[in-house]
């Protein structure tokens, strides 16, 4: 396995509202002999707010955080999939449109920066299930999950547009996503099928209507407890959010007992891997992942 070096954008939910998701990332790094170096200069994406409020900016900002990818010349790597979808298409635009990238460069030559397009942008699943490779992590296996049933959850920004996500991750049909069964399965564990994994979680629309929002979070949890699920795991930040918190609130709303711990992707890779429970963060869940901790 040669050495992979990666640009890696935390984005800010990795850094502040989910540290657990940085250093289970870092731990699954170390243990794969994966380098990845953090971009400390970069700002957050605009969660897909600011992109309401102000394209234009929002393309400059996000221009400037893969500024600082390109100066590293690694690929550069998202935990969250609101910040790979917004960064996509951020890069799409300009890479697409001369005239355009000219005026966002106008306002990044203010900072010293220019954008050129030359470093990819790919989530973390992906450096792991295709850079990495799936049968090299399974022979790096030191605690096989062999016992639990595990539900993927896609969220949406991950595998879409369709066509963002076919061109960034080739080997996967947006339509019908594989990755976090075939990344399950080489940890040894049993993957759940089910229709909500690649539903909406409902975050980006809890405040304009909660009741929707945990009806959406409430649905896919359910459809997986009732597929036999014992965990939930999820490669985005802001899912994982909602679907840890919102199990009391998405339940009342539904009339069901919702109770199932909800993993970072990075987390469920680093437990496999022989990293303890207190060094990837679970005791900070608010739904306790007891049997993972015991």
């Given at each position: ?12 939910t ?8 940085l ?28 992109q ?21 010349g ?27 990238k000219?005026?966002?460069?106008k306002?990044?030559?203010e ?13 973390f ?5 295709d ?15 062999s ?12 595998i ?14 947006p339509y ?7 990344l ?9 099928e089910?229709?909500?994994?690649n539903?909406?979680?409902?975050f ?5 209507a909660p009741?929707t ?12 407890i ?5 965990i ?22 539904l ?8 993993l ?27 049997q993972?901790?015991?």
């Open positions: 396995m040669s050495n992979l070096k990666y640009a890696l954008y935390t984005g800010c990795a850094k502040e509202s989910t540290p657990e998701l250093s289970s990332t870092l731990a699954v790094g170390e243990k794969l002999g994966i380098e990845l170096h953090i971009l400390e200069e970069a700002s957050c994406c605009g969660a897909s707010h600011l309401d409020f102000d394209p234009f900016l929002s393309d400059v900002l996000n221009a400037r955080n893969i500024c600082y990818a390109e100066k590293t690694y690929t550069m790597v998202t935990l969250c999939n609101t910040c790979q979808i917004n960064l996509s298409l951020t890069k799409e635009k300009l890479d697409s449109d001369d005239v355009y000219a005026k966002v460069n306002k990044l030559k900072t010293g920066l220019e954008y050129k397009g030359s470093v990819a942008i790919k989530h699943l992906y450096v792991l299930v850079d990495y490779g799936t049968e090299n992590i399974k022979a790096k296996v030191e605690v096989p999950l016992e639990y049933n595990i539900a993927p959850f896609y969220g949406c920004h991950n879409r547009p369709s066509h963002l996500h076919a061109q960034n991750n080739g080997k996967e049909n019908r996503p594989t990755s976090l069964e075939r399950i399965e080489s940890l040894e564990g049993v993957s759940v089910y229709a909500s994994k539903k909406c979680c409902g980006h629309v809890d405040l304009q009741n929002s945990n009806t959406l979070t409430g649905n896919a949890l359910v459809d997986a009732d597929n036999n699920a014992d939930v795991v999820t490669p985005c930040p802001l899912c994982h959010l909602n679907m840890d918190i919102k199990q009391e609130s998405a339940g009342k709303l009339g069901r007992d919702i109770n199932i711990p909800v970072h992707m990075p987390q469920m890779v680093a437990l496999a891997l022989g990293c303890t429970p207190k060094e990837i963060g679970l005791k900070y869940h608010i739904t306790k992942a007891k993972l901790i015991s």
